[in-house]
C-alpha cells in the first residue's frame, strides 16, 4: 500500500491570466520538492494542485503568493492526505 502525500488544490482569481502566473508558478515548484501542475481555467481563474510533503506544499504556496500577489484577488483552497497521482510539476 502506497503511502499518503499531502494534497491541495487552490483556485486563484484576479488579474492571474496573461501575466505569466503560470510560469511563474512553474519556477518556483522547481524550487520545492512538489507534484503537481498549474493551469488557466475557462472562467477567468487559475488551478494550481501540488502534492507531496506538507512543509514543502505550504513553503511553495507561500513563495507563489509572495511572488504573485499583486494579480491575486482570491484564493480558494482544499487540503488533504490522499496516494499521491503525480510526477513531477507541469503546466497545462
Do not use: W
Given at each position: 500500500?502506497e503511502?499518503?502525500?499531502?494534497?491541495?488544490?487552490?483556485?486563484y482569481?484576479?488579474?492571474?491570466?496573461?501575466?505569466?502566473f503560470?510560469?511563474?508558478?512553474?519556477?518556483?515548484?522547481?524550487?520545492?520538492?512538489v507534484s503537481?501542475?498549474?493551469?488557466?481555467l475557462s472562467?477567468?481563474?487559475?488551478?494550481?494542485e501540488?502534492?507531496g510533503?506538507?512543509?514543502?506544499?505550504?513553503?511553495?504556496?507561500?513563495?507563489?503568493e509572495?511572488r504573485?500577489?499583486?494579480?491575486?484577488?482570491?484564493?480558494?483552497?482544499?487540503?488533504?492526505?490522499?496516494?499521491?497521482?503525480?510526477?513531477?510539476?507541469?503546466?497545462?
Amino acid at each position: 500500500m502506497e503511502e499518503s502525500v499531502f494534497h491541495t488544490e487552490i483556485f486563484y482569481s484576479g488579474r492571474v491570466q496573461g501575466v505569466g502566473f503560470r510560469y511563474c508558478t512553474y519556477q518556483a515548484a522547481r524550487e520545492f520538492e512538489v507534484s503537481g501542475y498549474v493551469t488557466n481555467l475557462s472562467d477567468g481563474r487559475v488551478l494550481l494542485e501540488a502534492e507531496g510533503i506538507e512543509s514543502e506544499i505550504i513553503g511553495f504556496k507561500k513563495e507563489v503568493e509572495n511572488r504573485l500577489q499583486p494579480f491575486i484577488r482570491k484564493t480558494e483552497e482544499k487540503s488533504q492526505h490522499r496516494i499521491p497521482r503525480f510526477s513531477g510539476f507541469t503546466l497545462k
